[in-house]
């Protein structure tokens, strides 16, 4: 990226001045070599972004941030429907409510160096993963409702997971507003045999060795402790997010003309929050909330069950389980430097944060975290790419909060799936990290290629420009044991 069109706010921020037709400025999040190594086209994306009609206070990324489909990866933006604000299906993304949950296991490494193969075996053959897979469960049209609409609850009405596990999900397990009668026909089909799936790309399930506390009294809190297990699945809405997104986006295109929307972009194709189409989109993704967070309740479910056979006594409790690619009705305090004759500054006003590749990051007292949470804050999952750290973080104790309590997800991808596969094969991969002693199952040798470590950022230099910029702060390093790929 060239940093002469940018303005330095300080190490860890940088700040792109409204130019055209940019209602807002752009705000960027990372150190210089971060920033740098982003592609000109986060930049672009970011300014069609604070282009969009509503938008307030800036458009945001993340220090992970690269290109995507319409929004860069890692962008946050938030509107105001009071203002004209809009609702764009391409700031959500095609795997609606894609995202992390962390079991805690009780294990320390050791514990596992005897079975660790068998469990690997043992996982791959019970999480379906890759292109296309398909679970044992198979849900009819009034099941398919139900599911939608109850997302873990109806999981746990079914027998996946326990009532307790609610209590640690991101909205309880079930986001309000959702609308079944909204999502096609196409999508429930092509969700129909998906659930408790993994898919493919970069969703993983990953058992993980805690090595580095560096907040020991929310460590302590979450139940983390240097050389403990944990497990992390990190999976979203499967095919019936991405056939709502791909709806949305065509009818969004074609609508905005008639709501006097002119785009910077067709991938930014969007509609008013108080529209016909923006509620129906909005009933839809929020079905997609749901079916993420019933996916991830059955992938505990099925977690559990294999660790079951190796050490009966464990009960896998959820840490916590919070989504990056939402569209979220929240209440913010908007910073001084608002601009365009908006509402006053520092007023608290409800707003729709988009969330693109980025996570919610609620600070200690929040109202909306679940209570086992507020005194610490809530646990951010900021995921690896097979051979290199994950991290947890917790939300800042910051006010008013930075980009809309938000944060980064992931390491983010420095060379496009394509890329990546001039330069890796999947084999070798495998083979490299065993010598580590990572064990990596997947179906496909040609997923594991896409998704190489190399392929991806330096996630410590993430996990550290999102730490010293103020936008969580950092709890434990993991390291992947074993991990299933799609």
């Not at 307030?56 to 319409?70: E, N």
């Not at 506390?213 to 990190?234: E, K, N, Q, T, Y």
């Not at 019936?240 to 006097?260: D, K, N, S, T, Y």
């Not at 067709?266 to 996916?295: D, K, V, W």
Request: net charge negative.
């Amino acid at each position: 990226m060239d940093l002469s069109r940018l303005h330095r706010i300080s190490n860890w921020e940088w700040r792109f001045d409204p130019e055209g037709e940019m209602r807002v400025p752009a705000v960027l999040y990372g150190d210089e070599g971060l920033i740098a190594e982003m592609d000109d086209k986060v930049l672009e994306q970011i300014g069609n972004v604070a282009c969009l009609p509503g938008i307030v206070d800036a458009a945001y990324t993340m220090p992970d941030a690269h290109w995507g489909y319409g929004f860069p990866i890692g962008g946050v933006a938030a509107f105001d429907a009071d203002a004209g604000g809009v609702v764009s299906a391409g700031g959500v993304g095609f795997d609606i409510s894609c995202g992390v949950r962390t079991l805690l296991t009780g294990l320390k490494r050791p514990d596992l160096e005897p079975c660790k193969e068998a469990l690997a075996h043992s996982l791959s053959r019970t999480i379906p993963a890759g292109m296309g897979s398909t679970g044992k469960i198979v849900l009819d049209e009034i099941e398919m409702d139900r599911m939608l609409e109850g997302g873990a609850n109806w999981a746990v009405g079914q027998g996946y997971g326990r009532v307790q596990d609610l209590d640690r999900i991101e909205e309880h397990g079930c986001i309000p507003g959702a609308r079944p009668e909204a999502v096609s026909h196409r999508a429930r089909h092509r969700q129909r045999e998906e659930m408790g799936t993994l898919g493919s790309g970069n969703h993983y399930l990953e058992v993980q060795e805690v090595t580095a506390i560096s907040d020991d009294s929310v460590a302590a809190a979450f139940g983390l402790a240097r050389g403990g297990v944990v497990v992390s699945i990190h999976c979203g809405s499967r095919g019936l997010g991405h056939q709502i997104g791909a709806e949305f986006l065509r009818e969004m295109a074609l609508a905005a003309p008639v709501h006097g929307i002119a785009l910077p972009d067709l991938e930014l194709a969007c509609a008013p929050i108080r529209s016909e189409i923006g509620e129906r989109y909005l009933g839809a993704m929020r079905a997609g909330i749901n079916c993420a967070l019933a996916n991830r309740q059955i992938l505990t479910h099925l977690t559990r069950r294999v660790f079951a056979g190796f050490f009966p006594e464990l009960s896998l409790p959820v840490l916590f389980d919070v989504s990056h690619n939402t569209c979220k009705e929240e209440e913010h305090e908007i910073p001084t430097g608002q601009t365009r004759g908006l509402k006053a500054h520092g007023e608290r006003r409800r707003l729709f944060v988009h969330r693109k590749g980025a996570t919610r990051a609620f600070g200690a007292g929040h109202p909306d975290l679940p209570a086992v949470f507020a005194a610490t804050g809530q646990p951010v999952f900021i995921g690896g790419s097979m051979g290199t750290p994950s991290a947890i973080m917790v939300g800042p104790a910051l006010r008013p909060e930075r980009a809309f309590a938000s944060s980064c997800h992931g390491a983010g991808r420095r060379l496009s799936r394509h890329q990546a596969l001039k330069q890796w094969r999947g084999r070798q991969v495998v083979d490299e990290l065993r010598g580590r002693g990572i064990i990596i199952k997947s179906p496909s040798m040609r997923g594991v290629a896409e998704e190489a470590p190399g392929a991806y950022k330096d996630s410590t230099a993430v996990v550290e420009a999102a730490d010293l910029a103020g936008l969580s702060r950092k709890v434990a390093t993991l390291e992947p044991v074993i991990c299933i790929k799609g």
